[in-house]
């Protein structure tokens, strides 16, 4: 009991502290180097928005590029995963290569860029985030780089992005917002299971617009 009446909050307030601390407490603290800079990185962003997204606007042939499975980064995470394996076989070993794909890229946050702005995947692993399409980029190239030729990115109009991908007759959807790596019996369940309605899918050989429409992303 001698222990629980030294805790803070079990002794009464001194005479003075309680009109002491609301008086604190009314005075705004002034705002931190960290918050000012906030302030100014968001200043500058929304001045310069429109220059910004037009530059991140990207081609059909930029979004392809977009999925690199050669990639010095992704050939690390893949050696990472596929030295677990000895040796590694894709028909044998994939799906347990892509879980565990799929659960390395989960451990980065999701975050949403206030304007339209494509992460490396350096980026990606500096700041531990990135938003759904990044994130679907990097697995999906991981993906590929595992030895599956039928992963793609998927994105919807509710602006979630999917990793999905095919392997012993079964489909496969990487959800983002879940957290989850989805198992279906076949492609179309799989594309059902997407939130919103389907505008592009793409990895670095296919590109397809649901749309139907020409122009850049």
């Known amino acids: 009991m001698q222990d629980l009446l030294k805790l ?42 429109d220059k910004i997204e037009e530059y991140e606007t990207k081609s059909v042939s930029d979004i392809k590029g977009l999925i690199q499975p050669r990639h010095e980064k ?50 990606i692993q500096e700041i531990g985030a990135g938003d759904e399409i990044d994130k679907s980029i990097l697995l999906c190239s991981i993906f590929r780089s595992l030895g599956s030729e039928n992963a793609k990115v998927f994105v919807t109009d509710t602006r979630n992005s999917y990793s ?17 790596l989805l198992e279906f019996a076949d492609g179309q369940s799989a594309l059902s299971s997407l939130k919103g309605k389907l505008l592009y899918a793409f990895n670095d050989k296919d590109y397809e617009d649901f749309q139907e429409a020409e122009g850049a992303f």
């Open 8 to 49: 803070p909050f079990m002794r009464k307030e001194k005479a003075g502290q309680e009109s002491q601390q609301a008086a604190t407490a009314a005075v705004p603290s002034e705002p931190t180097d960290d918050e000012l800079k906030l302030r100014l990185y968001r200043l500058i962003i929304d001045r310069y928005r």
């Open 74 to 123: 992704i050939t690390e995470i893949r050696d990472s995963i596929t030295q677990d394996f000895h040796p590694y076989v894709y028909e044998q070993h994939f799906l347990s290569a892509a879980k565990m794909a799929f659960s390395a890229v989960s451990s980065f946050r999701t975050i949403a860029a206030p304007v339209s702005f494509w992460l490396s995947f350096s980026d």
């Open 164 to 180: 999905l991908f095919q392997f012993d007759g079964k489909s496969y959807a990487a959800d983002h917002s879940q957290k989850e």
